[in-house]
């Protein structure tokens, strides 16, 4: 997924890596 991959990119910092705050719940969210 395209998307993915880009937010993956972009905020690797605290979604991919570190699922932590505001950005960690939301990509959560968008994974389930």
């Given amino acids: ?7 993956c990119l972009a905020f690797s910092h ?3 890596y570190k699922p932590v ?3 960690g719940l939301w990509f959560q969210g968008w994974q389930r």
């Fill in 21 to 23: 705050f505001g950005c």
């Fill in 14 to 16: 605290c979604c991919c």
């Fill in 1 to 7: 997924m395209p998307i993915f991959a880009f937010y």
